[in-house]
């Protein structure tokens, strides 16, 4: 199963994490983000989901997913 990571824009690690595929992955992402966003609003200017080669999977600025 592939692994992905759900990073701040800055690089600092929120979440790791295997899932079935991408859009397995990023549905976990949108629930991680939203939680995340609720804790801390003025550190949620941006999110990115990589997968474990380290290529972008999704990206969400300011705006809530």
């Known amino acids: 199963m592939p ?3 759900l990073t ?3 690089g600092a690690v929120l979440q790791e994490w295997d899932a ?3 859009t397995a992955a990023e549905s976990e ?8 966003r609720a804790d801390d609003p003025p550190g949620a200017a941006e999110y ?3 997968d474990e080669a380290g290529g972008d999977v999704a990206r969400w600025g300011p705006v809530a997913p």
């Open 20 to 22: 079935a595929d991408a």
């Open 8 to 10: 701040t824009g800055d």
């Open 3 to 5: 692994s992905y990571r």
């Open 48 to 50: 990115v989901l990589l």
């Open 29 to 36: 992402a949108v629930d991680v983000v939203s939680r995340h």
